[in-house]
């Protein structure tokens, strides 16, 4: 339950997550082009299999909770109460508000952030019966359930951010395919990487990447300041290596159209420009480092500062940013190609490079915006965690 222990889990499942990807988009996909499909298909079911027994046989140490009903239900409910008590004046008495304790939380006085919200606890003749017990749950809801709906309010700046951080990565990944189909990538005389094989390079750098953060950068933090790297602080360094890789993206993008101009290739679809695909390399790489920082940063924030009810929903989180951040991506690649004459059908005779840039001034924004948002974000269970409180 310590945040230091639940970084360290989150950090050994985007691992695995990441080492798995590189493992089915290289020796998977080997196999069946120059074995069989029958037997990569074979081989992903034999793993589906194994990984499946290990699931069961650690059963026994889950913890098991028993549901106790949904927890957005308890959010809907704060809000309709706060709405129909509008017009109650909002009492300071901490009496006057109703308390419940649940899943062995100790019951606080509501704070003064978002005081309208407050009324949702605050009790009126309506809403206790005779014998002093809460009566309609969608008129009185406790204190509990209505910090819970602040400190998704708190986060949701945060978490906003983060998809905006995700969408230059999606249109990055869709360009440097694009890239890699008019380069030269081939590997010796008789190897061709395949173009949509390029971003195995961003899977294997955040994977790295993640052993190195665990294993010696965070122990080094940690001797240095006395305090590992809190969540925020990860996320912010992701913010700043998403920049840089969109930065490096454009500078190789230009020397590409250098190149294309230099022989004359503008107006040969489909020509293959003399210049290794290999130079894509580094800003994919600054791509997957940054991950490395960014989501497992992410996911131990939400789990650590979600409400106990909605832990089980803050590892989703990610997955939903990615969604969005996705298909966000396509519609900005959408809009370039509509008000822009950056990315024609030939790419040679575009401008992808002045689209890279677009995204560093993105990036550049939003890490401001991340930085507001980091700087008036309080952590709420941090304080039993020895990290400190500094972002």
């Not at 970084?7 to 997550?17: D, G, I, K, P, R």
């Not at 550049?364 to 991340?370: E, R």
């Amino acid at each position: 339950d310590e945040p230091k222990d639940q970084a360290n889990f989150f950090s050994c499942y985007f691992f695995t997550m990441y080492t798995s990807s590189v493992v089915s988009a290289t020796a998977i996909v080997y196999v069946e082009d120059n074995v069989s499909w029958g037997f990569g298909f074979g081989l992903c079911v034999l793993a589906n299999v194994i990984g499946f027994a290990i699931f069961v046989l650690g059963s026994p140490f889950y913890r098991h909770v028993k549901p106790k009903g949904s927890p957005f239900s308890d959010l809907a409910r704060v809000i309709v109460s706060a709405i129909r008590k509008r017009k109650v004046l909002l009492s300071s008495n901490g009496d006057d508000y109703y308390y419940y304790e649940r899943d062995g939380l100790v019951p606080t006085a509501p704070t003064k952030s978002f005081r309208f919200l407050n009324r949702a606890a605050q009790k009126t003749d309506a809403d206790v019966r005779s014998d002093g017990t809460a009566g309609k749950s969608w008129r009185l809801c406790s204190v509990q359930q209505v910090e819970d709906l602040k400190t998704l309010i708190r986060i949701f700046p945060l978490w906003s951010s983060s998809i905006f951080l995700g969408t230059p990565i999606g249109v990055q990944s869709s360009l440097t395919i694009l890239q890699a189909l008019t380069m030269d990538r081939h590997i010796g005389p008789h190897f061709k990487i395949p173009a949509g094989s390029i971003l195995v390079f961003v899977l294997i750098s955040t994977s790295i990447s993640i052993i190195l953060i665990d294993g010696f950068l965070s122990p080094t933090w940690q001797k240095l300041t006395g305090r590992s790297p809190t969540p925020l602080q990860r996320i912010g360094l992701g913010h700043v290596l998403n920049v840089l890789g969109m930065a490096v993206s454009a500078l190789v993008e230009s020397n590409r159209l250098k190149v294309v101009r230099a022989h004359q290739a503008q107006d040969q679809p489909g020509s293959t420009v003399p210049m290794l695909a290999l130079w894509l390399l580094p800003q994919l790489a600054i791509v997957g480092i940054g991950e490395a920082f960014h989501f497992p940063g992410q996911v131990a924030l939400y789990y650590q500062e979600f409400p106990t009810s909605l832990q089980s929903t803050a590892t989703a989180m990610i997955a939903m940013l990615i969604g969005i951040a996705f298909y966000l991506s396509t519609a900005v690649i959408d809009l370039i190609r509509r008000l822009t004459g950056w990315l024609p059908d030939n790419i040679n005779d575009g401008r992808l490079d002045n689209v890279y840039w677009m995204l560093v001034m993105v990036g550049v924004l939003n890490f401001g915006y991340y930085l507001v948002c980091a700087r008036l974000y309080k952590y709420q269970n941090v304080d039993n965690s020895g990290s400190g409180s500094d972002k």
